[in-house]
């Protein structure tokens, strides 16, 4: 319970510098929770990779495969 308290009540400050991006692109029910709502706190650029899961699919070892290949 309080971790939701604190999301709803904390302000994010914008981050000075460029975001690299993992997107769970699997179609899902809502439509808000994209990488563009990140752009109001991100200065720089956003370097978007798009993975076809969810979110919780993310740590799977063929998407951790894609993202530890992209961070070397």
Known sequence: ?????????HRHR?????VLFFTAAAPRAEDWLTREAWRP??????????????????????????ITSVLS
């Open 1 to 9: 319970p309080n971790h939701a308290r604190m999301m709803r009540e």
């Open 14 to 18: 914008r981050f000075d510098g460029d």
């Open 41 to 66: 706190h991100v200065a720089g650029t956003i370097d978007n990779h798009d993975l076809d899961c969810t979110h919780p699919q993310l740590l799977r070892e063929a998407h951790l495969d894609t």
